[in-house]
Structures are given as C-alpha cells and as structure tokens.
C-alpha cells in the first residue's frame, strides 16, 4: 500500500473531509482492510526473530549423557526373570523415580484428549505410574497408562511386554513449567487423591546457599498450586501417608545446608498434606521417608558405624526409633506400601558389588531377596517403589541401547532457558570451549583434549595425555590451549600450559610446552589480541595470577608478569573480549576456607573488585565472559542441593548450577535446574538454533558410575556421626 493510499485510509475517518462516495468508500475500506493484513504477515513472519536466542552457553554435566534412565517393574513374589521386566516409560526420555498410585487418575484429569485419542475405550487401565521426566529440554512430572487389552494374555514373551499400548499424559501442563512458566527441577511425585505432590525449585529462596527446592501440591482438576513449604527452608524426598492426611519430608529446617555432598544433615519433619500445616521434627538425622501406616515411617540414614542403613519410626506419643537392616552392606532409598508389614524394598551396594540393586527385605525372617541382580547383574538400579497391592516393584535404570530403547547421543543438548535471549545446551564432554569462529569446539575426556565440528562430525584427539580446561587462540587459527597434567593438585605439582596447533595434518598434533619448572600451571587464558595469556601458577607456593608471552610463553621476549600475590588461591581465569578485564575465582576473602568468590581486574593489576558473594564459605567457579563482555557464566553452589545426593549416580558436586550475572554484579540469574554436577560453562561466539545435535555415531550409553563414598566398607568400629565430622569439600579450584 503506497503512502496515500495510507494517508487515504486515515482520512476515511476524518469528518471533516468531503463525504466520499460509497464506491470511494468501498475502495478505501479495501484498501485499509489489505494494509491491516499486510501488517499482520509482516508480524507473524518476524515473530520467530523476536524470540530468537541472541547468545548461547554450553556447559558439562558430569554422566548425564550416559543416563538413559526408564522405570522399570517387576514381580515382588517368585524368582525375578528377564520376561518379567516391564519397562514403563518410553525408551526415549530420561524418566525416573516413579509412583504407583492407590486408584486410576483418568477421571482427574482436566485434559483427556491424549487418552481419547488412543482410541482406547475402556477407562480401567492395567498399569499406571506418575514419574519425574526431562524431555524437550525440561523437567516434567508425567502419568503413563499402559494398557493390555492388545496382547495375547497367555504370552509372556518380553517383546509382547515392550509392545503394550502407552499412553503419556503431562500432569504440569504441556510447556513442562509452573503455570507462571518458570523453569524448574521436579522430583520424587505422589498422588493423594485428586492431587499431585511434588518437589519442584522454581521460587528463589531469595539467600545464597539456601536450597529453592520446595514441596507443591497441584489440585490435578484445575491446576490451582499451593507451597506446602514454609518460605526460608528446604524440603527434600517428599511421602504422603496411605491416609493421605500427613506429608513427611527430609529438611534442614530453618538451619540449611551446610555443604555436604553425600549425606545430607537433614530431619525428618511431617506436616498436613492439605495445606503444610502443624509442621514437627519426628526424627533427627534421616532422610528419604516412607509410610506403612499414618504411625509408622521407614528412612535412612548412614549409622554411627558407617554403613547406611534403614530405619524403622513409630509415631506415638513418644517416638521409637529402631534400625531394620543390618550392617555389613549399604541399603538406603526405601520403599513400602500401605498396611505392608511383611516387606520393604530398598537399593542396596555390596562390598562384593560395583552395583547398586534392588532388593526385598523381609521384616519377619530380616532377610534379603534379590530382585534386580539375577537378570541384570552390571546394571545399576534406583529408588524402588511399590505398588499399592505389593505386588509390583518399581525402580529406574539405564535402557542402554536394547530393550526397545531409542535415544540418540546428543553432542549438545537443548535445555529451556529462563532467559529468551540466551540458548543453553549441554554439551558431552568437559571444559568446551569454541573456536572464535564458533563452527568448532575443544574439550576434554580425562584423559585427552579433543576437536569436534559443532554438528557432532569430525572428532578427533589432538593430545593424548592428562589435561583440563581449553581455550581457543583469537587471532591464530587452530591453536588450543590447555593444562598439561593432573587435576585438584598441590602447587607444587607438575602441570603446565601447552598451546596445540589442531590444524596440524597429522594423528597427533605436535604440541609446544609454554611454562617451566611445573608448579601447577594452568586455566589459560589468550588475551582478545592474540599476545598474552592470563594464567593460574603456584610457583610462589600460592595459585596466583600471572600474563606471558602467547607464542613463546614464559621463554619469550616478553617475559612473565605477575597479576595478583597473597597467600591464597586467585584461579580459573577468563579474559574478556574488550581486553579491559579478567574474570577469576579466588578464596583470599578466607584463604583455604573452601570458599570461592568471582572477581575481575584489569590485565594491569587495577581495578579488582568482587562481582558475586555465594554465602559463607560458597563457591562461585568457572567463569566466562559473554561475547559483548557485559555478562559472566558461572558454576556456583549458590542455591545448595536440590535433591538427596545418594538417590542419583555419582557426582562430585551434586550442588552445580549454572548461573549468569552482569559485570557490575547486578542481574544475577539461575540457569539450570536439577540435582546433578553442571560445570565448566562457556559462552558461544554466535548464537546457536535451540535444537539438539546429535553425534552421527552416538556412544556409549550407561556409563556413569555409582556414589563414590558407597565403595566404602566400613568396619564395624564406631566412628562419629557424619554430620559433625569436617564437612567434605569436593575440589571445584583444580
């Protein structure tokens, strides 16, 4: 439309104008209804651009990529066989930590459409089970429905099994979010009556170190949420009564974390399910409740002797406390089921076993009964459940690639951002960082630094040996940098920064040593203009800062410079893209105290200043600066654990999260949301589509490992109790 076909269309609405005539009119109303229509193509078509990330993180999380979690059932009476094994979940997603409900939900359910559409008549489904999942970049709880009106009853084959007709239902809304579209972690779901209780993290508990993970309940029907979890604690491993009267959960109370990474202080506290109320500790020391009847709860708890074990609670007027299995193996996670006296299911690890397996207790005879081992001995298994009946066995364990299972390996996986603007993916590997053209990235696989195109093709290993941390040289193409030795050493320890050419067309490419002597040199760091490096030393007996020449390093003719000196730990540097700072983490506020805070200063010594304060003795790790230098990544333990470390595999620091903060420290925002280790952040030159990227011929599926501290074998001595031993300090300083 020209402009006075514009200026023509306003008009039409002036009355001081000559009265046109109806075919005028006609005209004009043709020609404003196409304008209209023009502007709202032109809206739709830019709408996609208006959500478009402008940036993009990746980041490591330790075994994530190896999960490939399903839950899994199985047959609590007889010998556990192979064709027994149901799997539950859709052999897609990763889906755990599930929950039989006592009656069918169907009838609950504002939206049956997916249940309509299946084309499935009846209303009385064979198996059901509520579940945590994360698919399409979130965390969801999700209702299966499996149905066995399309199988022979009298096949028992395991493909039979693995065909049944399931139906998925998102219980929180199609988007996997709060209803107010906060992105958050879900975990350890329940049903009491029409409603869904959950932990999730989507409030801010509003102070550094104190856990967002809160107990909802979510009335099914409407959708309408209540906080059962009064505001300024953290609840954990929530369990509702058979009643449905009473919730009980693992909680620090008003006290809060305290840093551990194994087994948490926590109590036991029990409220009403209906709105939180009455709230009392009825035991101290325990975690991961469950209910036989509204008087008694089963928990665990490691024992003064060092082995965790499984405790029995009857709530009278006073509380008796009875421990239930033995030591002399770990057994924890426990579940039971309403009026079951007979037995409880627990996960377990044997000294004789790198396995966690799920096993039956038996409270009459106190004797265990394989459930998991004899059909798949090297497999771990997790958190059982039990079905109302007692009569099915629930648990989650890693697919692998048979048994129906189809997920690919993912290079970088997408995940929901809270902020529009920035595209967040989990990438395979430790310490990415990206090529300043972006279309590569470097990392690392104790041992070995490799290369891979950023569609998943071409990876390959440029240094064999032991190494940490990359970083890309920004004027000469193909030059990585790394650390050259082990990590979480003395300063004393022989490491050294190393620059590889990627390029070279060889195998191996040659590598060319920058530092002398050793003394724990390391997290590089190339200055904008290709000239310096930025460096973490202990030469001096301390890890301070230091800048050499980027070519020749220490041997050049420029020398070494000293960044920062004092008697504490200045590392994990980053230099900004403008050259006017360098981001750190350091512990000079309490040297050796186990705290990290995140500082910058200027290459020339000015100018330092702290940018984040996690809380007492807190971690704020890793940092990275964004492409326009006006926001920092990092790792932090700024809002603790989301989750009972010992219900997941492995992972050094279950309390990771990824976080984002200005430069000035203002606009400090959580990234990622769940239970495991996410590290090693880095901001991509150029922003990346929000989809995943496969690796063409995947990989390895279920091979994460178990808790370290679970291959302890404690002797029978007693030791004191965990929670006033030095709390452990997992190493994010390297």
Known sequence: MTISGWSLCLSSGNHTQENPSPREMNRITILCFCFFLKLIIIFVSAAPDLYRPTTSIIFTTLGRSDYAFDVFSLPAQGPSTVVDELRITDGQSVNFNGHFPASPIVSMLPDRTLIESSGLKRPDESLQAV??????????????????????????????????????????????????????????????????????????????RKSW??????????????????????????????????????????????????ELSTDIYVFRTRDGSERMKVVEHGGWPCWVDDSTLFFHRRGGDGWWSIYRAILTESVVIERVTPPGLHAFTPATSPGNKNFIAVATRRPDSDFRHIELFDLLSNEFRALTSPISPQTHHFNP??????????????????????????????????????SLFRFDGSFPSFSPAGDRIAYIEFPGVYVVNRDGSGRREVFSGMAFSTAWDRKRRGVVYTSAGPTFASERTEVDIISINVDDDVDQPSY????????????????????????????????????????????????????????????????SPDGDWIAFASDRENPGGGGFELFVIHPNGTGLRKVVQSGSAGRTNHPWFSPDG??????????????????????????????????????????????????????????????DVKLPKGGPHCAFEDCHWLNNSPNHSVEAAPWLMAKPQCGMQA
């Not at 629930?394 to 048979?402: A, Q, T």
């Not at 200055?527 to 980027?550: Q, V």
């Not at 999260?657 to 880095?682: C, K, Q, W």
């Open 131 to 208: 579940y945590v999942t994360e698919r399409n970049g979130s965390s969801s709880i999700y209702l299966d429905i499996i149905y066995y009106d399309k199988i022979p009853r009298n096949s028992r084959r395991r493909s039979a099994l693995e065909t049944a007709v399931r139906v998925e239902v998102p219980l929180l809304g199609t988007n996997s979010e709060q209803s107010d579209g906060r992105i958050s972690m879900k975990d350890r779901p329940s049903i009491v009556g029409e409603d869904l209780v959950y932990v999730s993290t989507h409030e801010d508990s509003g102070v550094p």
């Open 213 to 262: 993970a809160a107990v909802y309940l979510t009335h099914l029907p409407t959708g309408s949420t209540m906080r059962l979890t009064p505001y300024g604690v953290a609840d954990y491993s929530p369990a509702v009564s058979p009643s449905g009267v009473w919730t009980a959960v693992a909680s620090y109370g008003e006290e809060g974390w305290g840093g551990e990474v194994e």
């Open 385 to 422: 459940f039990i079905s109302p009946d007692s009569t099915q066995i629930g648990y989650h364990r890693c697919r692998g690639d048979s048994n129906g299972g189809k997920s690919p390996q993912l290079l970088l996986e997408n995940l929901k951002s809270p902020l529009p603007e920035i």
């Open 512 to 575: 060319k040593k920058l530092t002398t002597g050793g003394k724990n040199n390391a997290f590089p760091s190339p200055s904008p203009d290709g000239k310096w490096i930025a460096f973490r030393s202990g030469r001096s007996g301390h890890k301070n800062l230091y800048i050499m020449d980027a070519v020749e390093g220490e041997r050049g003719g420029n020398g070494i410079h000293r960044l920062t000196e004092g008697p504490w730990t200045d590392t994990m540097c980053n230099w």
């Open 630 to 691: 006006k926001r920092i990544a990092f790792t932090s333990d700024y809002a603790a654990v989301s989750a009972e470390p010992i219900s997941n595999s492995h992972h050094y620091q279950p309390y990771g999260e990824i976080f984002v903060v200005n430069l000035d420290g203002s606009g400090l925002h959580r990234l990622t949301h769940n239970s495991y280790e996410d590290g090693t952040p880095a901001w991509a030159p150029n922003p990346i589509r929000p989809v």
